[in-house]
């Protein structure tokens, strides 16, 4: 916590066509740290990371203030925009199914990172790639290189995912649902592997989920996202001493391993919490 | 009106020759009358396909499945239809993007020719928690919890007794994932379903099951109860380890 590396305030998002805003009024600072973002599907969590990105298309994005780092973030060009996507601030995505490239190999879509924002050989960035797969605990990462994204397991899709974000050394990481598509054994070795990276290289991380027990196990501070809004902000230590009911609400929701089998407690939505909050 | 389920020997292969992948290579167990039964393992270990191989999705398996001793291929597809339904794991795409809610309800109503329809139709909506108005929505007129709710309402709608569920939360939030099973623990107190459900959050598992099977690559490793989760009383080493990184997940241990 020692720097700021990202500084949100009063953000507002608006996609083409809608009337209403989908995200309305969030602020937030982000020091070298992990901050969880949760909430339900449409709560705007997924459309922050993209906006901090700069990947909505067609969408009117305002803010009091969008800082990453020494940047503003609203008044960059397109063109500088490119040399803060995937260089300084990174997006791991959902699927691997989805996000590889299905006709290159693994390895040169990981490199192209490298080659992209550094002055290199190619063979010095592919001794780099060859170090990040070891790095995401990638065994026989030579071969790994030269298949192709079908040859290779969901797990294993995502660590190449992680590499090919880390790679070029960002300060800043946003892991939007990093592990839904997984299992849970596989899960749990991804994010480890996920978290022992961002601690050692003191990359800030921003982690979107709907998974309470994930943000809870792998983030410090948790952002709680309900319609646009963030309804609460808590210390991931501190989420079962949540004030604000829809936090308490999700929370109840969730069955537990050795919980007492009655119905499940259902979230009664009240209107005020869509209520800006100060 | 509950029936028991029993699976002997349950074997199916994909392709043929030498290339052919054996998913399941022999697969047995029973299900009691009433029982709600899990099936739990990675991704690709067969558990979907059991249930495809039950319901004769899938009908090139090889071994036995009898429904209250009767095999699943005697019963004639009518017969067979009011016997088991199942629900499939993601309501964005198992209902029709053109059909209104009393379409999709109205037209095992009229195959298997039964009467009242309006009135089974209202019922069915009602049973799930959902107002009649709903009947004339479209799927993208509703969130992703009441197209589940439409989908159970038409796996609900011809009364069956064995009801097949693939994964019917996992497309969803927490909080519209607690409707769903509170929706689900309530039909079956009411009506005395058999439930046989693949998922792999042992959570709900736990929450839901009477007995649950941990299956890897086709083979079902172990049966368990479902207090053996929060003890880890597994002995195979691939259950342990997945009950123990289920325990890790939720910060139990």
């Not at chain 1, 601030?89 to 192209?112: C, H, T, W, Y």
């Not at chain 1, 190619?122 to 790994?144: C, Q, S």
């Not at chain 2, 429904?67 to 291929?73: C, K, L, P």
Request: glycine share 8%; net charge neutral; aromatic share 6%.
């Amino acid at each position: 916590m020692d720097k700021t590396i990202l500084d949100v305030q009063n953000l507002r998002i608006r996609y083409a066509g809608s009337p209403t805003e989908a995200v309305r009024g969030v602020s937030f600072t982000l020091g070298r740290e992990r901050l969880g973002i949760v909430g339900e599907s449409g709560s705007g969590k997924s459309t922050v990371g993209r906006a901090l990105l700069r990947l909505l298309p067609g969408a009117s994005i305002t803010a009091d203030r969008l800082r990453f780092e020494d940047l503003d973030l609203l008044a960059l060009k397109e063109r500088e925009m490119l040399k803060v996507r995937g260089r300084r601030m990174s997006m791991i995505l959902q699927d691997p199914k989805f996000s590889l490239n299905p006709i290159r190999r693994v390895g040169d879509q990981v490199a192209e990172t490298y080659l992209r924002h550094f002055k290199c050989s190619r063979r010095e960035a592919h001794d780099k790639t060859i170090a990040m797969l070891e790095a995401v605990k990638i065994r026989d990462a030579e071969r790994v290189f030269k298949q192709y994204p079908h040859e290779i397991s969901g797990g294993m899709g995502q660590r190449v995912m992680i590499a090919m974000m880390l790679l070029a050394d960002p300060d800043l990481v946003i892991a939007d649902e990093p592990t839904s598509a997984l299992d849970v054994t596989v899960r749990l070795q991804v994010l480890t592997i996920l978290d022992s990276l961002v601690r050692d290289r003191g990359i800030g991380l921003i982690m979107i989920s709907h998974d309470l027990n994930l943000v809870r196990n792998f983030c410090d501070r948790v952002l709680i996202m309900y319609a646009g809004n963030v309804v609460e902000t808590l210390k991931a230590s501190e989420l079962d001493q949540a004030q604000h009911p829809y936090t308490q609400g999700l929370l109840a929701a969730q069955p537990r391993i050795g919980g007492p089998r009655q119905p499940l407690a259902v979230l009664d939505r009240k209107p005020e919490w869509l209520k800006e909050q100060a | 009106m509950s029936v028991s389920v029993e699976i002997r020997d349950l074997y199916i292969a994909f392709g043929s020759g030498p290339a052919a992948v054996k998913v399941l290579p022999g697969v047995s167990f029973k299900v009691k009358a009433g029982e709600c039964f899990g099936l739990v393992g990675e991704s690709g270990s067969g558990k979907s396909t059991v249930l495809r191989c039950i319901s004769l999705l899938t009908d090139f398996w090889k071994g036995e499945v009898l429904i209250d001793g009767r095999s699943v291929r005697d019963l004639a597809l009518i017969e067979r239809c009011r016997m088991l339904q199942m629900v499939f794991q993601d309501p964005y795409g198992s209902l029709h993007p053109r059909q209104s809610v009393r379409t999709v309800l109205h037209e095992p109503l009229v195959i298997h020719g039964l009467g009242d329809r309006e009135e089974r139709m209202q019922r069915a909506i009602t049973d799930v928690g959902l107002p009649v108005e709903f009947l004339d929505r479209f799927p993208h007129q509703l969130s992703g919890g009441q197209r589940q709710r439409v989908a159970i309402a038409r796996a609900l709608i011809l009364e069956p007794s064995l009801l097949l569920l693939d994964e019917p939360t996992s497309a969803l939030d927490v909080s519209v994932q607690a409707e769903i099973l509170n929706l689900l623990q309530r039909l079956r107190d009411e009506r005395g379903f058999t439930y046989i459900m693949v998922t792999h959050d042992l959570a709900v598992v736990d929450h839901m099951c009477d007995r649950f099977a941990v299956m890897l690559r086709g083979e079902v490793t172990e049966i368990l109860p479902h207090e053996a989760i929060a003890v880890n009383g597994a002995t195979h080493p691939y259950a342990r380890e997945l009950i123990g990184a289920s325990l890790d997940y939720e910060g139990i241990r």
